[in-house]
Structure formats: structure tokens, C-alpha cells
T-cell receptor
Framework: AQSVTQLDSQVPVFEEAPVELRCNYS??????LFWYVQYPNQGLQLLLK??????LVESINGFEAEFNKSQTSFHLRKPSVHISDTAEYFC??????????????FGKGTKLSVIP | SQTIHQWPATLVQPVGSPLSLECTVE??????LYWYRQAAGRGLQLLFY??????ISSEVPQNLSASRPQDRQFILSSKKLLLSDSGFYLC?????????????FGEGSWLTVV
């Protein structure tokens, strides 16, 4: 079984400041890793994912996440946030193969509030 | 391209009334389909998933049920709603052709049981 821990439930940050949203996971098998974003009253949108290759993955709107296998982490970062980044962010994992490989395990989410 | 639609977007139902939320996926065949529930402060909870027509697996025992009458249609139902059924319900899909088992979500349905 897998588990995901998002260490911060809420993160306030000033506009144009950098931000890091932390995610740690636990799994006995290799996993794929995801970040989803949820804007108020909307469904979840895929922000970025790590499948293989370079451990640093980027999204089209300036977010990046780095897979660290030794620390079992997949932290999300952005060097300069905008008001429009205000949303809830979910980290998720799924096994690469075997039982449960079609299911996502989510963290409880981190609410990012960007302050003007 | 693939799209997913679910409806209704919002629903207010009295306790003890029935429920039907519908979800359809376009642009793919034989998708895996999911129903999640999101309650305040509790993250996302997988309720049901389906890997094919008529194949439904339940993750959490409750008074909800799911059905998949067609390849790209997934329905969440209840015969008698409880107050605790209130929440934000999300339909989702993943496909064989999508690498990394990536799951894509619909826009969600707000259910308030009064």
C-alpha cells in the first residue's frame, strides 16, 4: 500500500515570492508521482507528473517538482508566485505495476494563498 | 482529444431521497473509470472504480452504489441519502494509452443533503 503526506495544510505567501509545497510518500514498490491543482469549486487538473528519466519535471505555468528517491519526496516549487496560483494542491502516487496500479493515493492537500 | 463530463454540477436533496450522478467520457475506449468524494479537510476518497462494463469495485462500504451500463458511462447512485453523503463528487478516467496511469478528472458535482 502507498501513503502520501503533505506536511503543510495551508501556505500563505506574498505575490512574487518563491514557494515550496512539500510532499513525502511511502511505498514498498516503485511509483509514479503526480501533482494536481484544484481551483475553487472546480475539479482537479493535472499539473505535472514524474514517470521516469530526469528527476526534475516542469509544468507549463512555471511550477517544477523534483523526485528524490532517497528521501521519498516530490516537493513542488515555484520561484515567483502570482495571485492566480491561489488554489489547493494535491500530491498523489500510484504503483508502476501490479495490484492497485490503476489507482491514485492522494495526500490531504495544501492550500496555497497568494497575498497581494 | 479526450473529454469527461459529469452532471449535475450542483444538487440539493433531502435526507432519504435517491441520488443519481452521471459521468461520460469521450474520445477513448475501454477507460478505467472512478468516483471520488472530497469532504472538507479530508482530502479525496476513492469510492468506486471500474475497469470494464459491469465491473465495479467498491473501496468504502456505504449506502452508495455505482454502475457502468456502457463502456464510457459511469453512474453513482443511492436509494436513500444520508446527511453524511454531502460533499464534492468527482468522476475521473484513465486509459491504457495514457502513460503512467494518469487519471483525469471531471469538473465535479456538489451534493448537499438537507
Amino acid at each position: 500500500a502507498q501513503s502520501v503526506t503533505q506536511l503543510d495544510s495551508q501556505v500563505p505567501v506574498f505575490e512574487e515570492a518563491p514557494v515550496e509545497l512539500r510532499c513525502n510518500y511511502s511505498s514498498s514498490v516503485s511509483v509514479y508521482l503526480f501533482w494536481y491543482v484544484q481551483y475553487p469549486n472546480q475539479g482537479l487538473q493535472l499539473l505535472l507528473k514524474y514517470l521516469s528519466g530526469s528527476t526534475l519535471v516542469e509544468s507549463i505555468n512555471g511550477f517544477e517538482a523534483e523526485f528524490n528517491k532517497s528521501q521519498t519526496s516530490f516537493h513542488l516549487r515555484k520561484p515567483s508566485v502570482h495571485i492566480s496560483d491561489t488554489a489547493e494542491y494535491f500530491c498523489a502516487v500510484t504503483p508502476r505495476a501490479g495490484a492497485g496500479s490503476y489507482q491514485l493515493t492522494f495526500g490531504k492537500g495544501t492550500k496555497l494563498s497568494v497575498i497581494p | 482529444s479526450q473529454t469527461i463530463h459529469q452532471w449535475p454540477a450542483t444538487l440539493v436533496q433531502p435526507v432519504g431521497s435517491p441520488l443519481s450522478l452521471e459521468c461520460t467520457v469521450e474520445g477513448t475506449s475501454n477507460p478505467n473509470l472512478y468516483w471520488y468524494r472530497q469532504a472538507a479537510g479530508r482530502g479525496l476518497q476513492l469510492l468506486f472504480y471500474s475497469v470494464g462494463i459491469g465491473q465495479i469495485s467498491s473501496e468504502v462500504p456505504q449506502n452508495l452504489s455505482a454502475s457502468r451500463p456502457q463502456d464510457r458511462q459511469f453512474i453513482l447512485s443511492s436509494k436513500k441519502l444520508l446527511l453524511s453523503d454531502s460533499g464534492f463528487y468527482l468522476c475521473a478516467w484513465s486509459g491504457q494509452e495514457i502513460s503512467g496511469n494518469t487519471i483525469y478528472f471531471g469538473e465535479g458535482s456538489w451534493l448537499t443533503v438537507v
